[in-house]
């Protein structure tokens, strides 16, 4: 029985590979917006505990904590990150207000403004919404270093192949 809860709970949550380290996680909407300085940032809601407008809760950012925390999606792949746009946009599954980054710690929930930003977004700066929060999460990988020496030549010929002659399909036998 107790491996069994166990089992089921590990089950339930996303990969240790999937999760991201937090420290990504909280700075991740910094470069989006560095990319794209026309995406509008709504970040004009107060703050429950300070009584201000939180300038870092933004839409990047709530929509960043929405597709990892509350989804539990991979956030380095755009088949994913175009799901949760669909979710904005009503056209996937449903976004619970009670559930949605911050529901609790602002004094107005964001959901509906950050619903309407996402519709007021055309098809291209969805993509390049997308496309910028995938390059976010996409280690870099690192490239040897190049060469100035051009590469080796081969003077081999590329293999010929044959006709097939009867009789040939047996030989698979």
Known sequence: MIIATLTAIALSLPAIAQQPPAADIRDAWKPVYKQLPN?????????????????????????????????????????????????????????????????KTLHQNPLEGDRAAINRLNRTQRDALVQSLVNVFTPKTSTPPTTNQPPPTTNQQPPTFSQPKPGDADLLK
């Open 39 to 103: 995406l509008p940032l709504e970040n004009k809601y107060v703050s429950r505990e300070s009584g201000k407008v939180n300038p870092d809760s933004t839409l990047v950012n709530r929509l960043i904590e929405y597709h990892v925390y509350v989804k539990g999606r991979a956030p380095n792949y755009r088949l994913d990150w175009k799901l949760t746009l669909a979710d904005y946009l009503g056209a996937n599954e449903l976004i619970q207000d009670t559930t949605y980054p911050g529901a």
